[in-house]
């Protein structure tokens, strides 16, 4: 079984990592203030980080990890005539 992504669902996750990058570069920018750096800046670049390789691992056409079954099946036309058959892996 091969797992691939619809145009859909590849295009939902580049808008969740765009907006997870606006997000954190919206958060980041304020008034300069003396004041030491906190979690929050390690928070939002960890959050980034893991969008954008979590995007990537979900892009990828790799097949998934598991046992595939692949066999020989029957194959019919719209009349239920028999043509001929078919490999078929699941």
């Known amino acids: 079984m ?3 992504m619809s145009i859909k669902t590849k295009i939902a996750a580049v808008a969740l990592a765009a907006l997870t990058l606006t997000g954190s570069v ?3 920018t304020s008034q300069a203030e003396a004041k ?3 979690l929050g800046w390690g928070v939002g670049a960890g959050i ?3 969008a954008i390789v979590g995007t990537a691992i979900a892009a990828s056409n ?3 990890y598991g046992y595939h079954r692949c066999g020989w099946v029957a194959q019919y036309n ?7 058959r078919v490999r078929s892996c699941y």
């Open 2 to 4: 091969e797992f691939r």
């Open 26 to 28: 919206v958060a980041t």
């Open 36 to 38: 030491p750096l906190g």
């Open 48 to 50: 980034a980080t893991a």
């Open 62 to 64: 790799d097949p998934y």
């Open 78 to 84: 719209a009349f239920g005539q028999y043509i001929g």
